[in-house]
């Protein structure tokens, strides 16, 4: 039985090497591995980067549903505008809310002059 001295390819022998076999067989594990996440976890990583990025619109840290419908809205909107993008089915309560926390974290803006008056206007 051959001794070892803490060398890692101890059962191979002293004279182990590796040829352009082995090398290739490296090259096509590594290949095929990549292929296999690129086609099972692209889209899931995809997702991931679109939700950082509708996070980023802002310094809060919103949903992506909801940067989405915020995304929807025009520069000057309605109540009913609001209903559409974010899907309330026309709940009042749901709608003044969301128009509440726009303008509280300072991303909508009531127009109060003009022939837009009554409507909103996003700030950023």
């Known amino acids: ?13 002293e004279n182990f090497s590796t040829d352009k076999y ?5 090259l096509l594990i590594a290949k095929a591995q990549l292929a ?12 991931y980067y679109d939700k950082m990025d509708s996070k980023q619109l ?10 989405l419908a915020y995304s ?3 520069e000057v909107f309605t109540t009913e505008d609001i209903d559409r993008c974010y899907g309330y089915e026309g709940n009042k309560n749901s709608i ?7 303008q509280d974290d300072g991303r909508a803006q009531r127009i109060r002059a003009g022939q837009d008056k009554g409507k909103y206007r996003k700030l950023e």
Request: aromatic fraction near 16%; charge should be neutral; proline fraction near 2%.
């Open 96 to 102: 003044y809310s969301c128009i509440k926390r726009l």
């Open 36 to 47: 296999f996440q690129h086609y099972f976890f692209k889209a899931i990583a995809e997702q």
């Open 72 to 74: 929807r809205l025009p």
């Open 58 to 67: 802002s310094g809060k840290n919103y949903q992506g549903h909801t940067a």
């Open 1 to 13: 039985m051959m001794e070892h001295d803490d060398n890692e390819y101890w059962l191979c022998g």
């Open 22 to 26: 082995d090398r290739q067989l490296a």
